[in-house]
């Protein structure tokens, strides 16, 4: 069994930071120590600067996948493998990301510092954090390296922009832009969802879309398009994916029409090709020729076909497919049975008793006077890394900041936990993308009694005029709603 894994604190160290300790010489002395032991293929130093369990995250810029190794050993491995993909390293001192002494907890100091490098296809960047030793040598702790941008792909953006005037009425470019009338794409962006008919031994598979057309297959397709990559996004709903509302900072609600209406200005202005009211026919795979044949149909029935290279999906936050709890007797039920995700207002169910199974209900977002670093600095921490810190963080966070919350939910039957491995939120949040609520006001509710509660027992089953639970007890409701992931 693997070793449980452990921050690499001062005192398991035996270590101490001097006040004098300048980060960017830290910095600067291990990435020259590391870029000299790269350049004579002496495995020995290298192993050296790292603890032996560090770990090192990889975003295509060492191989061809995204990929996190935990250890020494296998970090040498690496490394060993991948010498001519760290070349030209040079450390990063702009405003944003030169080297800084962080401490986050009173016995952890780290230094924290960017560096770049080159690749035989394009540029890339890294994020470390090195920890002292008892031997006043800093080693790392975490390393991340990513592939920024592509040598023979420069991105069309700023001065790279095409400067050829377009002559013909705007309206009919960007008609023959959307319908791909002049060329063809190399790229599909669709949601997805897999089955598997089991009507013989070898399983068929048969790709039907969900939705493309969301903040990730639009992202996507901008970055695409910036590459000079023909890329075409295929949406089954009329317009961009309208259900809900949306939390915006500083925890405020946004209908969700207002956001498709900014998300289809986006795919406008970025001159993006977008079908809508359009869903796949088919997708199959050719091995000979390492291309997709992929069928569409468009809003006035129109059916096109094209051979592509890759098919990128898209389903969404927690992978666009609602949990719901199969429970006998769904039939006998004479009210209204719906998932959250197709929960659009309550004005429709006003003077209607409503039931909602499940308690919990996301959103995050995060702000920074540079988005692009925080982004990166937060993407360069493996999952383990993550799960210690926020072993520390929530317990704390629990006995102050949420404490009198806590006490009051617990005080009216509301069952609260620590998360998995008292980690908080962020293992369901990355695992199954709920399971956790952020409290935007419901949990006041909750403790102020206008929002009732039914705990300690499962559904049984439905019944004609509610639910009927394991316990005994009945609820009564005309409508009820699976708020259940």
Sequence with gaps: MANKPVLPTLDRLKAKVSPSASAVNIAQAWLSAFSESNAQSNIDIAEDLFLPDSYWRDYLALTSEIRSLTGRTLIKQLINSRRSH??????????????????????????????????????????????????????????????????DHVEEVGVNRSATPIIEPWEAFRKNQVDLVDEQPQVIIIGKEMLYSPSSQKCAKKWILISGGGQAGLETAARLKHLDVPTLVVERNPRFPLRGQYIVPPGSLIPSSQLANFLESYAETLELSVWTSSEIQSAEWHQDTKEWSVTIRRRDSEIRSFSVKHLVFTPGFGGGLPNMPQIPNHNTFKGKVLHSSNFKTARDFLGKKAVVVGACNSGLFKEGANIEHADRVNASLTWPVIEMFHQRLTPHFAQTIDKDTIEGLNKVGFKTNLGPQGAGIFPLLYARSGGYYIDTGGSQEIIDGKIKLKTGSAIRSFTETGLDFEDGSKLDADVIVFATG
């Design 86 to 151: 760290l070349l030209s390293l040079r450390l990063l001192q702009e405003l944003h990301n030169s080297p800084t002494i962080d401490a986050p907890f009173p016995d952890l100091t780290f230094v924290q510092f960017s560096f770049a490098f080159e690749t035989p296809i394009g540029s890339g960047s890294g994020i470390g954090r090195l920890v002292p030793g008892a031997d006043e040598k800093w080693r790392a702790f975490t390393i991340m390296t990513c592939l920024d941008s592509l040598r």
